[in-house]
């Protein structure tokens, strides 16, 4: 199975007309590319109404392959409507559905609500609703990919808590689930930061963007190829002059 992974389309962050064209060379070179669907990790736009919302979906219209969407804190919180406009627009803050490969599991989970919502109602509720996907999937011999916008971590699964990872309780409650039910990848946004990891078996991602690279790398996204076992990626650049 060949993904792709987008993160932080966030169209309006600093400069909005060349983030809109690089979401747009982004859809470009993912019709030309051989992934079968696509994984937007969060951060839809920069401030997230029903209008704005309706500009994005108009431009992933475009895109000729399937989408996967996964809420980001930018689609709950920017902007008093946020939330409501992207759960009537693009659909639930969690879910789950079966990838082009149907051996493939992907769960879709709202880091907003882990971070700062760790209390309510929605928030236990995804969390029974993970637990349950994980024990089915295995079941059911699935392979599973998470798909969240906040990483679980930055560099370190210890490292203390920040704005761009998840709180340390959480983080081991998620961390051991992973490990338990041999999650085969996590893929993230929400940092502006490319960067991989693997720990226990897991490979956690965190995409390049089309809006911002906080790090000063390419702007682009990933493609992956799960195969036999093993996940190999390489970064398609959106910029001027690709590197890769």
Known sequence: MILAQMADPQVGFYDYEPEMQRLRKAIERLNESDCEAVVVCGDMMHIVTRDSLKIFLKEMEQLKKPVFYVIGNHDVISNPESLAAYTELIGPRFYAADLPDPAYRLIALDTFLWMDEPDSAACAEMDQFLLKELA?????????????????????????????????????????????????????????????????????????????????????????????????????????????
């Open 136 to 244: 089915d999937a295995e079941s059911a011999k699935k392979k599973i990919i998470i798909a969240t916008h906040s990483a679980v971590f930055q560099e370190d699964p210890d490292e203390a808590e920040i704005y761009f990872n998840l709180p340390i309780p959480r983080r081991k409650w998620l961390l051991d689930l992973l490990k338990k039910y041999q999650v085969s990848a996590l893929l993230s946004g929400h940092s502006h930061r490319a960067f991989t990891y693997t720990l226990n078996g897991t490979l956690f991602s965190s995409a390049e963007t089309t809006s911002v690279a906080f790090d000063g790398v390419c702007h682009g996204f990933r493609r992956f190829v799960f195969k036999d076992g093993m996940i190999r990626f390489n970064t398609i650049s959106v910029d001027a002059d690709p590197i890769a």
